[in-house]
């Protein structure tokens, strides 16, 4: 059964997480070179396998005792949060190969195979994976990362260097990173108590 509280929950966290994410700025420059449609939907289709993978591992580990999937949930949350707080800010540009044929599968490919290598065992897989072990509902947390990675692609595709202006990346990821805090807390706290 779908729950739109995990879907929403879901789409928070992983929205926060993945917006100050190379990515999005790999997104952003692929926007700016090539049709945004076509970039976008390969980038939506690299996002999509991501999330299948990630709530397929996060159901194996419902699998588990309920505290010891806690436990762990919580400390990869813990884990994350800590990531984020400590990320030195790198001012690299993701290198991405133009391709010289500008048609829809050559761009569409690109963005697909830079999005399916970069986000392989991202930050973000590895919450979508927890989130969906930590509710046992795959559809709601699959909706929900879904959502949230398209969203962020497309502004950052769309909208990037417009959003940057008026949000510092810094405070984005400070906010993921407390939110992300809270949900170790609650984690943590539930297999403690049981």
Same mark, same amino acid.
């Given at each position: 059964?779908?729950?739109?509280? $995990? ?43 991501? $999330? ?47 391709? *010289? ?30 989130? *969906? ?62």
């Amino acid at each position: 059964m779908i729950s739109f509280t $995990v879907m929403a929950i879901t789409f928070g966290v992983v929205f926060l997480a993945e917006l100050p994410d190379k990515t999005a700025l790999a997104g952003l420059m692929l926007g700016t070179r090539y049709r945004a449609s076509y970039v976008l939907a390969g980038v939506a289709a690299a996002f999509a396998v991501h $999330v299948a993978l990630a709530i397929a591992a996060g159901s194996v580990l419902t699998l588990l005792p309920h505290r010891l999937v806690q436990a762990v949930v919580g400390v990869l949350f813990l884990a994350g949060a800590l990531m984020l707080l400590l990320k030195k800010g790198d001012d690299e540009e993701e290198i991405v190969k133009a391709p *010289a044929d500008q048609s829809f599968w050559k761009v569409s490919g690109a963005g697909f195979m830079l999005i399916l290598v970069a986000e392989f065992g991202d930050l973000t897989q590895i919450m979508t994976a927890n989130l *969906a072990a930590r509710y046992d509902n795959p559809v709601s947390v699959g909706v929900g990362a879904v959502l949230a990675l398209w969203t962020v692609a497309g502004i950052g595709i769309l909208g990037g260097r417009t959003l940057m202006k008026y949000v510092p990346l810094k405070l984005i990821t400070k906010v993921a990173a407390c939110l992300m805090l809270a949900l170790a807390g609650f984690s943590l706290f539930e297999a403690i108590t049981g």
